[in-house]
């Protein structure tokens, strides 16, 4: 079965380091998303991408890149982690048309 | 940009009763796509029922229907003969033209035995 998977499932880390939260689909879908769950907030959008080599910015982008190398990974990168940025992040995709958004399990990352 | 808002933060209700979860949006597109997604405790992500906009027939799948009203721009989410394993949080999502995704803030529904 197509799934996506998001690695590593939680994260404890350190003010100022780089962390990357990897994320792999199956689906072959071309659109994949980064969004971060606050309470209060619902889901709020990172970063996205509609194919290989195309990324862009979401409503909550600063501190956060990406890089789209190929259909399946979308790794997402803190280059300077921060405690704002202490969240859980889920990936998914989606195809295009009236298909939902696959999403996948949810990192738990805390930054101390 | 497009908003969902949910005005019910938290929810109740009663094992074996029907509950009604507000969602509404604020779009210009004639063509689009509804969701609600149901997040447990383990934190996944379900999708519970979509709708397409294009349709007037209000979607259904078994315990869970919607009542989604375009012009008025709304789309709850019934659920009837309520069990303890709907206990969840709840997100309401529109779907653009564009594949771009926005989503309420959720409810937080409660079953109570």
């Known amino acids: 079965d197509a799934e996506i998977t998001q690695s590593p499932r939680h994260k404890i880390t350190e003010t100022g380091r780089q962390v990357t939260l990897a994320c792999h689909q199956t689906w072959n879908h071309n659109n994949m998303f980064w969004y971060r769950q606050d309470l209060g907030h619902g889901l709020r959008l990172i970063h996205y991408?509609?194919?290989?080599?195309d990324t862009n910015k979401g409503e909550v982008s600063d501190g956060y890149s990406v890089s789209r190398s190929n259909t399946e990974d979308l790794p997402l990168t803190l280059e300077s982690a921060a405690s704002s940025q202490t969240s859980v992040y889920f990936c998914a995709s989606s195809p295009w048309g009236p298909g939902e958004l696959f999403f996948g399990e949810g990192s738990r990352l805390t930054v101390l | 940009a497009q908003t969902v808002t949910q005005s019910q933060p938290e929810m109740s209700v009663q094992e074996a009763e029907t509950v009604t979860l507000s969602c509404t949006y604020d779009t210009s597109e004639s063509d689009y796509y509804l969701f609600w997604y149901k997040q447990p405790p383990s934190r996944q992500m379900i999708l519970v029922i979509r709708q397409e906009a294009y349709k007037q027939q209000n979607a259904t799948e078994n315990r869970f229907s919607v009542n989604f009203q375009k012009a008025a721009k709304s789309f709850s989410l019934k659920i009837s003969d309520s069990q303890l394993g709907d206990a969840a949080m709840y997100f309401c999502a529109y779907k653009s033209p564009g594949n771009q995704f926005y989503f309420g803030t959720g409810t937080s529904l409660t079953v109570i035995p």
């Open positions: 991408s509609y194919g290989v080599q």
